[in-house]
């Protein structure tokens, strides 16, 4: 596969599959750290330490046997920088990656649902993503590429410390597993403040969708696991499992509350939400990401209906400054993007409209 | 009027000291002023210390007050440098990463209490690499955790589970020693 299949204006196609408790979990991401015996970290490793290692690992991967899946190398040095931003904010590579000057590379599968990525803080970083909640399921398929992968790598393994990575943060399971969540009812009954605070002590994180600093834009929220090391997988799955199952159950009791106190105040927020959406002429990411957030409210608590939720989960990268430029083909200042933004949201949405109608005119004929 | 330090060029900094309720008043050039300001720190040098200071409060480690002291600690403490990379446990103190697999190996003795701080243990119960299920290295592992259970058990006064798990390790350490094939 070229980059470009890539790159397109679409939501990556394991997106198109529903999950489960999909209304207020996006999708959940498995990631393993693995080193390589022998080699240094990439961090400190010469740039022919790490070409070697990204052959070796490559190959490996590019060997699956066909039929199971197709992988694609991607050089992230061969990049243009608005392609390496796209492929960030699809969540494909790291920021840190797309920085990387040496030897790091990208291999990706043709529906996107995994991507390796080759000399970034590790020498491998094994990243599954699925829809929805589904923390066991996503994480077989990343222990299956794994089991695979360590028959044809010298993985560097120790007895004590178990997988051994870069930073004592991640070494032992190397398992970071982390849920994207859509929380508008408990932000905005003030609650999250207390949940982060929780699962602190639990030993989970609570950042903003777009990774360590970034706020909670749009109400995203992404919950994972801190400790890698002193609980095995299956521990590590389970407790945020159920950390997870309760502020889902938290979130729709929040919602249902909502719709008893203030159901018309809710409502005109949600549709006005809507309209921004569809007619505004300059939007600013914030605006919509605080827009698609009420609208995917609406939709969740049948106040919207002929939006199907896949449009909205297209819209929600689509409203990052990398998608946008893409999008105008050019690159683009500021000012220039708040416009091209409102004109490809509305694009999508009000299309989207036609389309619903079209087919409820269907429904009628037939 | 002159400098009251070099006593040639003109006095240009009034350092004005209170110590005990006593003010005086002195007069320097520009030159010996540099010199003599007793706020006249490296601040470079103690940014450099903080920062430090901080990643090593994070670990609980202690840290080095002065660069004399520093070479004094240095000189009683045996520095070993990880033979692969060559980066010291200091090195890491200050950036939190490490060089190579083998860093693990080399500061084996040191990581555990850096790792209690941010870990929930010091040691490995996931996954292995080319596991199957009478896997020497699973059975230790299985062994391992059975026996903190007994501990728990114990501690707890659930003599009944205590026992359960005590036959538990018994019949592990028995698949063992037969080199984990289960024979009867």
């Known amino acids: 596969m070229n980059l470009e299949h890539f790159l397109k204006n679409e939501a990556p196609s394991w997106m198109s599959k529903s999950g489960t408790d999909a209304d207020i979990v996006i999708s959940t991401r498995i990631r393993l750290a693995r080193n390589l015996e022998g080699y240094k970290f990439p961090r400190v490793s010469s740039e022919q330490e790490a070409k070697h290692v990204d052959n070796v690992v490559t190959n490996a991967l590019l060997n699956i ?16 920088a608005l392609q390496r931003q796209v492929l960030v904010e699809k969540h494909l590579i790291s920021p840190l990656l797309a920085k990387k000057e040496k030897s790091a590379s990208v291999v990706l599968s043709n529906d996107e649902s995994i991507s390796v990525m080759v000399n970034e803080e590790d020498h491998l970083r094994i990243q599954c993503l699925s829809p929805g909640f589904q923390l066991f399921e996503t994480y ?38 982390s849920v994207m969540m859509h929380l508008p009812a408990l932000t905005m009954s003030n609650q999250m403040k207390v949940i982060t605070q929780m699962l602190t002590r639990l030993g989970m994180v609570v950042r903003g969708i777009y990774g360590e600093g970034s706020e909670n834009l749009g109400n995203m929220y992404q919950i994972s696991n801190q400790v890698t090391l002193g609980k095995s997988e299956q521990e590590i799955l389970e407790d945020l499992q159920n950390v997870v199952s309760q502020i889902i159950q938290n979130e729709r009791n929040a919602r249902g509350s909502l719709m008893k106190q203030a159901p018309i105040a809710l409502e ?42 896949s449009i909205l989960n297209e819209c929600m990268i689509f409203i990052q400054q990398g998608f946008v430029q893409q999008y105008a083909g050019t690159t683009l200042q500021a000012t220039e993007r708040d416009l091209f933004r409102a004109k490809l949201l509305r694009e999508k949405l009000n299309v989207e409209n036609q389309n619903s109608k079209e087919k409820g005119e269907e429904k009628y004929d037939v | 009027m002159i400098c009251e330090h070099c006593n ?28 003599f300001h007793p706020f006249n720190i490296d601040f470079k040098k103690e940014e ?32 070993t440098n990880c033979p692969t990379c060559g980066s010291s446990f200091r090195q890491f103190l200050n950036d939190g990463k490490l060089g190579c697999p083998q860093c693990y190996e080399t500061f084996s003795n040191k990581l555990p209490q850096v790792l209690t701080k941010i870990q929930s243990g010091t040691k490995h119960t996931g996954k292995i690499p080319g596991t199957t299920t009478n896997n020497h290295l699973v059975l230790k592992k299985q062994i391992d955790s059975t026996r903190d259970q007994l501990q728990q058990a114990i501690v707890e006064e659930r003599f009944e589970d205590a026992a359960k798990l005590r036959d538990e390790i018994k019949d592990l350490e028995r698949k063992l020693e037969v080199g984990g094939v289960d024979t009867p």
């Open chain 1, 65 to 80: 046997k066909k039929g199971e899946r197709n992988f694609s190398h991607f050089t992230i040095k061969e990049m243009p």
């Open chain 2, 8 to 35: 040639v060029r003109q006095a240009t900094v009034t350092v004005t000291q209170i110590i005990n309720g006593q003010k005086s008043e002195r007069h320097f050039c520009e030159v010996c002023a540099n010199q």
């Open chain 2, 48 to 79: 450099n210390l903080h920062l430090a200071q901080l990643v090593s409060n994070w670990f609980g480690l202690p840290i080095w007050k002065s660069e004399a002291q520093e070479q004094q600690t240095q000189t009683t403490q045996t520095t």
């Open chain 1, 140 to 177: 077989e398929i990343a222990d299956q590429l794994d089991s695979y992968l360590e028959k044809h790598l010298p993985y560097a393994f120790n007895e004590t410390f178990g997988y051994l990575t870069c930073c004592p943060t991640n070494v032992g399971t190397g398992l970071r597993a």
């Open chain 1, 268 to 309: 005109d927020r949600i549709q006005r939400a809507l309209g921004t959406l569809k007619y505004a002429r300059i939007m600013t990411s914030d605006e919509a990401a605080t827009c698609l957030s009420n609208v995917r409210l609406g939709v969740d608590l049948g106040l919207i209906k002929g939006i199907p939720i």
